[in-house]
């Protein structure tokens, strides 16, 4: 039979998405080196991107097998949460041959992991279940049961249709699973920041929010492709705000610890949750600017109701 | 207001641009990439020189233009600026019939 990892549920859904609890080195190679071993044995593509530390211990306890692996380190290929699925995930599984089922272990949430981008990275948890329903994949995401907090592993069991308790081995189905609400329940205000250059644009200035942010980002120390990534971001925000938003907005940018923050506020409301979370098909038509915003940004932040939507992003200085 | 010239090259097949390719100019930069394909040049060159940014639609009308030529032929892209050849990476990494030239 299969390791916890791989046991379906009572569901007919081929994706399955267990969320692994471990309080130890020793309970996290327990789940993840098996689920990892089966796949290869069985021919299965097999990816894992973890922080670099789990890397390092998990390419170890594989040995050679290691190299039939994709390894990343989520840390640096995860770092905006938001950029996990399109960039991670789906560019692995789709790159596969149909027919074989696709493992991955993905590790996005670890302690140390800001407040600011907790919510971002609940809503990526949650949205995993969307983007991958009907796929023949497994996302195994191990949690820290000793080192994160409460709330984080109450989140898990939220986002996880199944979790592994920490020390046991079956997957069971988790009584808590409601993916909508976590989602909901994270699209929290991003509060007004009254200190930061501010620029109300519409579409006859959009090269002038983009000259705004640029000339913002190069005063507050941004250089290189950086200052080019901030100038791309905003351009593609605020013409996103032109379109779909109510036909402006406001742009802000200000510094915030090591980063640049811009941000754009519009009147539109976002209703598609896994917009700029979808791979970008080679013939599809436009709709890439926000998927471009969550590739270079470190972080991506966004809040939409009914009085509009505030979209920021974080750019390291 | 934003602009976009788009006129023909001396010496060689091809148009020179100047000044950006975003919202207000997407007709524009498509038209002169319609230009392009309709040609039927093996080589077609698109001096970007003076464009001081393109977004990422404008870098997808070229990539869609580029999928639209026939065999054995190619857009040259001379000195893009460098969020255009950071977007077709991105997106079209495997794009054969777009070249990006620096100099």
Not at chain 1, 21 to 50: K, M, N, Q
Not at chain 1, 299 to 306: A, I, K, N, P, Q
Not at chain 2, 15 to 22: C, K, L, N, P, W
Not at chain 2, 60 to 71: E, F, I, K, V, W
Request: net charge neutral; hydrophobic share 40%; glycine share 10%.
């Amino acid at each position: 039979m299969s390791t916890a990892a791989g046991t379906v549920g009572a569901t007919t859904d081929p994706f399955l998405h267990p969320a692994l609890f471990y309080r130890d080195e020793r309970e996290y190679l327990d789940g993840t080196v098996p689920f990892v071993r089966e796949g290869l044995a069985a021919g299965e593509p097999v990816a894992v991107a973890v922080p670099g530390d789990r890397l390092r211990m998990l390419r170890d306890a594989l040995g050679a097998d290691a190299e039939s692996v994709r390894l990343l380190d989520m840390r640096e290929a995860g770092r905006n949460p938001g950029r996990i699925i399109p960039g991670v995930l789906r560019a692995f599984a789709d790159a596969q041959p149909a027919g074989r089922r696709v493992r991955i272990i993905g590790e996005p949430v670890w302690a140390g992991r800001s407040s600011t981008e907790y919510p971002a990275c609940v809503q990526h948890e949650a949205l995993i279940n969307a983007a991958f329903r009907g796929r023949t994949v497994t996302i195994l995401c191990p949690y820290d049961a000793v080192r994160l907090p409460g709330h984080v592993l109450e989140d898990a069991h939220a986002t996880h249709p199944t979790v592994i308790p920490a020390g046991s081995r079956p997957a069971r189905d988790s009584e808590a699973y409601a993916p909508d609400a976590a989602v909901a329940r994270y699209n929290e205000p991003l509060p007004l920041v009254t200190d930061a250059m501010t620029f109300p644009f519409a579409a006859d200035s959009l090269p002038d929010a983009r000259h705004a942010a640029s000339d913002e980002g190069r005063r507050l120390g941004l250089t290189g492709v950086t200052l080019q990534d901030l100038a791309l971001a905003t351009a593609e925000l605020t013409t996103n705000s032109v379109l779909h938003g109510g036909g402006g907005g406001v742009l802000r940018v200000w510094a915030e610890d090591g980063h640049v923050l811009c941000e754009v506020r519009d009147g539109g409301r976002m209703t598609d949750p896994l917009a700029g979370r979808r791979p970008a098909g080679r013939d599809q038509r436009g709709g890439r600017g926000l998927l471009m915003v969550n590739l270079i940004a470190d972080l991506v932040r966004v809040h939409t109701g009914d009085r509009g939507t505030t979209i920021r992003c974080w750019f390291p200085r | 207001m934003p602009y976009l010239t788009v006129r023909p090259l001396e010496g060689c097949r091809g148009v020179r641009a100047a000044g950006e390719i975003g919202l207000a100019t997407h007709m524009i930069w498509e038209r002169a990439l319609e230009q392009a394909v309709r040609e039927g040049e093996a080589v077609y060159y698109l001096e970007l020189s003076e464009v001081t940014f393109v977004d990422v639609a404008g870098a997808g009308a070229l990539a869609a233009a580029a999928g639209r030529l026939g065999d054995g032929r190619r857009l040259v892209v001379r000195r893009p600026p460098p969020t255009l050849r950071r977007v077709l990476e991105t997106f079209w990494p495997d794009l054969s019939t777009i070249e990006v030239s620096v100099s």
